[in-house]
């Protein structure tokens, strides 16, 4: 018996190695993709366990040669592609997969697909419509922040969030009849009450009036923008307030584009390149080198700051950082919402 099992992990590993070496095509189409994949004939009897997504191949044909090509055709909202947008670009992502052992264990062979389009032009996620998420009024204003989905395509289902992963915090400003607004996140702490308050612990987040610490600390970063009056922070979740109630208090300020300064921007740090980077126009960098020390208002603007623009503290929470090796159940979720 043990000698059996001994061969059928060789005969898996064998059609593993032969899988890894075929011939894979790939054509992405407007709203489809076409696939080819060539088996080896050693493979032939097992086409049924060819997948891409969770669909099998549309077509099977036993070539003269004795190979086989296995075709799939679908369509994007088939076979579970992901839809991701990512700056001015959007990307439909799948796996092909061969998997000789029922679905619950690891596919033997796993080959990333990805179809990349330009992002329509006028496009905007369904979260950026009016309407969605959670708002508030100031000045004339609608305020808008809420915590996203991965796919960063809608409004988040759960509040629960294990360590270590992304927590894309979206804001944005309705100008309506006002002149075109930036909208900035001017500084963010997470407390784990609704309420900032005196003594209250806090995990600082964007500190100096618009500098990402949690980029230096982690992989945090701003997105590129969809437009200049919303804005997304790629978080990373962190240990403060594990396993507990956490809110996130933020400074929002709705902006003249056309004046940045050291006290007005939004500003991440770039590991690779050991410097801070502007995101709004990374060749004015420099404004962010203060992130290092203290950024302060030129005092010209500082003067006339109420005529350039408004500020609105809002409140995301409560999110629920769970250590994902713990092993207590945590049965708190739901949508995040603006407290």
């Known amino acids: 018996?043990?000698?059996?099992?001994?061969?059928?992990?060789?005969?898996?590993?064998?059609?593993?190695?032969?899988?890894?070496?075929?011939?894979?095509?790939?054509?992405?189409?407007?709203?489809?993709?076409?696939i080819s994949w060539r088996i080896s004939p050693e493979l032939v009897p097992h086409a049924s366990r060819l997948f891409l997504g969770n669909c099998m191949a549309s077509q099977f044909n036993v070539l003269p040669t004795g190979e086989g090509e296995a075709k799939f055709n679908y369509k994007f909202p088939e076979c579970k592609f992901k839809k991701l947008m990512k700056g001015k670009k959007l990307l439909y992502q799948n796996e092909l997969t061969y998997r000789p052992q029922p679905k619950s264990k690891p596919a033997a062979f796993v080959y990333p697909i990805e179809c990349t389009f330009k992002r329509p032009e006028g496009w905007v996620p369904p979260f950026l419509n009016p309407g969605s998420g959670v708002s508030e009024g100031r000045g004339g204003l609608v305020f808008h922040m809420a915590l996203l989905d991965e796919q960063l395509s809608g409004i988040a289902k759960t509040n629960v969030i294990p360590l270590g992963s992304f927590m894309p915090i979206w804001a944005s400003v309705e100008q309506k009849s006002h002149q075109p607004l930036l909208l900035l996140?001017?500084?963010?702490?997470?407390?784990?009450?609704p309420q900032l308050q005196p003594g209250a612990q806090i995990y600082p987040i964007i500190t100096n009036k618009g500098c990402l610490m949690e980029s230096m600390n982690g992989n945090s970063m701003f997105l590129p923008r969809y437009h200049s009056s919303g804005i997304t922070l790629y978080l990373q979740s962190f240990k403060f307030g594990l396993g507990e109630e956490v809110y996130i208090h933020c400074k929002l300020v709705a902006w003249d584009p056309q004046l940045l300064d050291e006290s007005k921007k939004a500003c991440h740090y770039q590991k690779q390149n050991m410097r801070w980077e502007l995101?709004?126009?990374?060749?004015?960098?420099?404004?962010?080198?203060?992130?290092?020390?203290?950024?302060?208002?030129?005092?010209?603007?500082?003067?006339?700051?109420?005529?350039?623009?408004?500020?609105?503290?809002?409140?995301?929470?409560?999110?629920?950082?769970?250590?994902?090796s713990d092993q207590v159940t945590h049965g708190v979720s739901g949508k995040a919402a603006l407290s």
């Open 185 to 193: 996140m001017e500084e963010c702490v997470a407390t784990t009450t």
């Open 279 to 324: 995101l709004d126009d990374p060749s004015q960098s420099s404004v962010c080198s203060c992130c290092d020390s203290t950024c302060r208002s030129r005092s010209r603007r500082g003067i006339q700051s109420e005529s350039h623009g408004f500020s609105y503290n809002s409140v995301l929470g409560p999110l629920i950082i769970v250590d994902p």
């Open 1 to 34: 018996m043990v000698n059996h099992l001994y061969l059928g992990v060789i005969i898996v590993a064998v059609f593993a190695t032969t899988v890894a070496n075929a011939e894979i095509n790939v054509v992405c189409a407007k709203d489809s993709v076409k």
